[in-house]
C-alpha cells in the first residue's frame, strides 16, 4: 500500500471546497485552443493561478534581494551595484507576472518560433523576481565554469544564457544563493552534457561518440569503483573532460544539501536523462523525424525533471522517497516536466532553426507528420503544453489533500519552477538572440 493511500481524510475542509471550486472553473481539457476559432475573445480563457490550488501559504513568500552594497563576497557586489545588462524590460515583465497581473503572458513576445510568436500558454506566473540575487548566483556560475574550463572561449553567452536568473526564478522558496548556486552547476553540467555531445558539432559532438561519452559521463555523478590499479586511469579520465568535471564538482557540491535518497533520486533522473539523449542521437544517425507520440514520450525522458526533482533539495526539506516514486505523483510531476520541456521547444525553435544541424522539437514533429503550416503546429504543440499543465494542476491539487506537508510543499515546488521556466525561457538570450 503506498503512503499516499494510507492516508486518512483530509482535516481541513476548507481545503476540499477550495478544490472543488478549481474543479468547476476549471474548462474540460483541450477545449480552449482546439476550439480557438470558436472563441471570439481569447482572453476569456482561465488564466493560471499564481499558486497551486489548495497549497496557498506552502511556499514562504521570499522578496528579500540580496543587498546590492559590498557584501563581503568580492566583486558580484560591484557588479550589481553597476546595474543589469539586460535592461528593464524583462525585469518589468516578470514583475508584473510576479504580481499576478493576468495581462501579461511573456510567452506572446514574438520570439522563438522562428518568424512565429510563442502564443499565449496555460502557465503561472513567476512567483518572484529578485534581480540582485539572479546576478549574484550567475556570477557565481560563470566563475565556476571558467575555473573548471567549461564552455571556455563561449562564457560570455553562458553569461548572457543568465542560468543565475533561471535557478533564482524556478526556486522561489529560497533566497540562499549558495543552493541556487549548486542546483545551477548541475543544470549546466546537464546543458552542457547536451551542448557538447549531443547536438552541437561546433562543441565537439558526434553522434558515433554519444554513448561512449553518455556512459562516463554517468559515472562522473554516481563514481565506479575500479580495482586500485586502474584508479589514476579513471581519475585522469574524470578530469580530462570539463563536462565530466562538471557533472562531478556540480554534483558534489549539491551533494552538501541532499539525502542519500535525494542524490540516488537524481542519479535515476539522469541516467534517463542520458537514455533520451542516446534517443535523440539514434534519430539523428537515422535522418529520421520521430512520430508524435514518439517524440512526446522521448521530451517525458529527455526533459527537465533533473532540475525539477533538486525543488526540495532546493528549498531545504525532503520529499520521502516513497511520495517521491508513488505513481500518482510520478504521473503528475512527469506531466509537468513535459510541459517545462516543451515550452523549451517553443522558445528554442528560432536558435535550432538557425545552427545547421538536424533539430528536434514538437512543432517540427507535428508539421512534418501532420503536413500542417509552422503556425498550425506551434498552436498544437502549445494546445498539448495546456493541456499537460491542466491535468498536473487538477491532479495535484487533489494529490496535496491527503499527502505529507513535504508533498504539499514539493508540488507547490513545482508549480512555481514551471512559472519561472516560462519567464526564463521568454527573457534569456539563449533563446531571444541569434549569436547565443
Ligand atoms: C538542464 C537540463 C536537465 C537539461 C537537459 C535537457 C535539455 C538540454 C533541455 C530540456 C533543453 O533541450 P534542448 O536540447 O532543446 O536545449 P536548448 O534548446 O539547446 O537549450
Known amino acids: 500500500m503506498s503512503l499516499l493511500s494510507r492516508m486518512t481524510a483530509p482535516a481541513a475542509r476548507h481545503d476540499v471546497a477550495r478544490l472543488v471550486a ?14 480557438r476559432s470558436d472563441r471570439p475573445h481569447q ?34 557586489a560591484a557588479r550589481i551595484a553597476s546595474g543589469r545588462k539586460d535592461g528593464a524590460g524583462r525585469k518589468d515583465i516578470a514583475e508584473r507576472q510576479a504580481v499576478g497581473d493576468a495581462t501579461v503572458d511573456a510567452g506572446s513576445a514574438p520570439v522563438g518560433t522562428g518568424g512565429v510568436a510563442v502564443p499565449d500558454l496555460y502557465c503561472p506566473p513567476a512567483l518572484r523576481d529578485a534581480p540582485a540575487l539572479a546576478d549574484e548566483v550567475n556570477a557565481r556560475l560563470v566563475a565556476w565554469a571558467e575555473e573548471i574550463g567549461l564552455y571556455a572561449g563561449r562564457l560570455d553567452r553562458v553569461q548572457a544564457a543568465d542560468f543565475g536568473r533561471l535557478m533564482m526564478l524556478a526556486h522561489p522558496d529560497t533566497d540562499d544563493p549558495d543552493r541556487l548556486l549548486a542546483a545551477g552547476k548541475c543544470a549546466l553540467a546537464e546543458w552542457a552534457t547536451d551542448d557538447y555531445y549531443c547536438d552541437d558539432e561546433t562543441m565537439g559532438s558526434a553522434p558515433a561518440l554519444l554513448g561512449a561519452q553518455l556512459g562516463l559521463a554517468y559515472t562522473a555523478i554516481d563514481p565506479t569503483h575500479p ?21 562531478r564538482t556540480g554534483f558534489a557540491h549539491l551533494g552538501r544539501y541532499a539525502d542519500p535518497s535525494q542524490l540516488a533520486r537524481l542519479h535515476h533522473e539522469v541516467a534517463v536523462l542520458f537514455v533520451g539523449y542516446c534517443q535523440e542521437g539514434s534519430w539523428r544517425t537515422q535522418g529520421r523525424m520521430p512520430a508524435a507520440w514518439e517524440y512526446l514520450a522521448h521530451r517525458q525522458i529527455n526533459s527537465f525533471l533533473p532540475c525539477i526533482a533538486m525543488t526540495d533539495v532546493v528549498g531545504g526539506y525532503a520529499l520521502p522517497a516513497a511520495e517521491y516514486s508513488d505513481p500518482r505523483v510520478r504521473r503528475a510531476v512527469t506531466m509537468a516536466s513535459t510541459a517545462a520541456t516543451l ?10 532553426h538557425h545552427s545547421g544541424s538536424v533539430e528536434f522539437n514538437l512543432p517540427t514533429v507535428i508539421a512534418e507528420e501532420e503536413r500542417c503550416s509552422p503556425r498550425e503546429a506551434v498552436e498544437r504543440s502549445a494546445a498539448i503544453h495546456d493541456e499537460l499543465v491542466r491535468t498536473f494542476e487538477t491532479e495535484a491539487a487533489t494529490l496535496v489533500l491527503t499527502g505529507s506537508p513535504q508533498l504539499r510543499r514539493f508540488l507547490a515546488g513545482v508549480w512555481a519552477w514551471l512559472g519561472g521556466n516560462r519567464a526564463w525561457h521568454s527573457g534569456s538570450p539563449r533563446y531571444t538572440s541569434p549569436t547565443s
Open 22 to 35: 478549481t474543479l468547476l472553473a476549471s474548462p474540460p481539457h483541450r477545449s480552449d485552443r482546439s476550439h
Open 343 to 352: 515550452v523549451n521547444d517553443l522558445y528554442s525553435m528560432a536558435k535550432e
Open 227 to 247: 580495482p586500485l590499479g586502474y584508479v589514476p586511469a579513471v581519475e585522469q579520465a574524470m578530469q580530462d573532460d570539463p563536462v565530466r568535471t562538471a557533472l
Open 43 to 76: 482572453s476569456a480563457r482561465r488564466v493560471a493561478p499564481k499558486r497551486l490550488p489548495g497549497t496557498g501559504g506552502a511556499l514562504p513568500e521570499r522578496r528579500a534581494p540580496l543587498p546590492t552594497g559590498p557584501t563581503g563576497l568580492g566583486t558580484s
